[in-house]
């Protein structure tokens, strides 16, 4: 579909009201939220400022913000100049970060905006790296630790984390995140400030190719802007590769689980196993999704205990298999997930409680 035929809108809420206005903003908002959202537009204008100074970039128009929420597994969405969010205590930052998309994808040129959208790991990585100078300093930490296990584990592959459809197949999706953003630090502190509006401009260039993808966009993109992606890459490595050595101790001692595939007769589940147990700060998650492209607002998030089972309605199963992601929180706001896996239920072991007694389950998930 070109990007002329490309319409995204927001459904009208009745129940929404307006703010005094800022001057880059028009916020709309429930009456429930009324005062968190007058916190948060007093302190818009200078988000806005600042984020266009990060990107080098003159102040453009203003933003619509619909405060009434975001979609399931997300803390706010940007289409087209426009913003839906959560009004928490993380709201300055996620609206600098989703200014950041908008701002991006204004730079990138809106008729070719969409060869930005089709590099999701740059994407979101300059929009985290811009929400990073307000504060955002614990994720950071966390999210170098990520990568620098997954590093260590010989799983951090660019061409990989370059493909937005093989990310999404076999990781983590959330990675791209923390990924991104030291990629765009290694550019950064490599060709300076500059190399951000550079980079963006450059997608809105004509000279580039609009038929690339994955590692050849990426590398096309630096080329064209005047950069060495290798050169880049040689920096982001050797930066995730130093904070690791910094904590080879703590990454070498982290639990790795996976998921097993079990069965009381009725319905299916999964057991989380850990191969080393568990700290007092440490706990087990597991995500599920229907199918293996399924998308974010499909995944389902949940906590869980080692060896214990966690049940699936049958109609969240498709095509007999159980797709599923167990993880390790290794920081409050961070967890880290193994691949993907879609476990066939015909490969299902028969539950036995510690008791030796096959257990009836729950209502399941």
């Not at 811009?130 to 260590?152: D, I, K, P, Y």
């Not at 982290?254 to 299916?268: E, W």
């Not at 998308?295 to 699936?312: F, N, T």
Request: glycine share 8%.
């Amino acid at each position: 579909m070109s990007d002329g035929e490309r319409v995204v809108s927001f459904a009208p809420n009745p129940r929404l009201r307006r703010t005094q206005k800022p001057r880059y903003y028009r916020f709309s908002y429930s009456a429930a939220n009324a005062g968190a959202a007058r916190e948060l537009a007093a302190q818009a204008d200078t988000i806005f400022a600042q984020v266009h100074e990060l990107l080098g970039v003159a102040a453009g128009d203003a933003i619509q913000v619909d405060a009434s929420g975001s979609t399931q597994n997300t803390h706010g969405t940007a289409f087209f100049g426009r913003v839906r969010m959560i009004l928490d205590d993380e709201a300055p930052v996620v609206l600098a970060h989703e200014t950041a998309h908008v701002v991006s994808s204004r730079m990138a040129g809106n008729e070719r905006a969409w060869l930005w959208d089709a590099a999701p790991a740059l994407n979101e990585g300059l929009a985290t790296w811009v929400h990073s100078h307000f504060g955002a300093t614990e994720e950071q930490r966390t999210g170098r630790l990520a990568l620098a296990v997954l590093h260590a584990r010989r799983e951090l592959i660019v061409e990989e984390f370059a493909d937005p459809v093989t990310l999404g197949r076999l990781r983590d999706q959330d990675i791209k995140y923390p990924l991104g953003e030291a990629l765009i630090s290694a550019t950064v502190k490599l060709y300076g400030k500059e190399a951000v509006p550079n980079l963006l401009r450059t997608f809105a260039d004509p000279r580039l190719p609009s038929n690339l993808q994955g590692i050849s966009l990426w590398q096309a993109v630096y080329q064209t802007a005047g950069m060495d992606l290798g050169v880049v890459l040689d920096e982001f490595y050797r930066d995730i590769n130093s904070y690791g050595e910094r904590h080879a101790t703590a990454i070498s001692q982290l639990p790795r689980p996976r998921a097993r595939i079990i069965t009381n007769g009725r319905v299916f589940g999964v057991q989380v196993l850990v191969d080393r147990p568990l700290t007092e700060s440490q706990s087990v998650y597991v995500r599920f999704k229907p199918e293996p492209d399924s998308g974010l607002e499909d995944i389902d998030s949940i906590r869980a205990e080692p060896e214990l089972p966690v049940w699936r309605h049958s109609r969240k199963i498709r095509g007999g298999v159980i797709c599923v992601q167990p993880g390790v929180a290794i920081a409050p706001s961070q967890v880290l997930y193994e691949s993907w896996t879609c476990l066939p239920t015909a490969d299902a072991s028969e539950w036995v409680s510690e008791d030796g007694l096959n257990e009836g389950a729950g209502p399941g998930y």
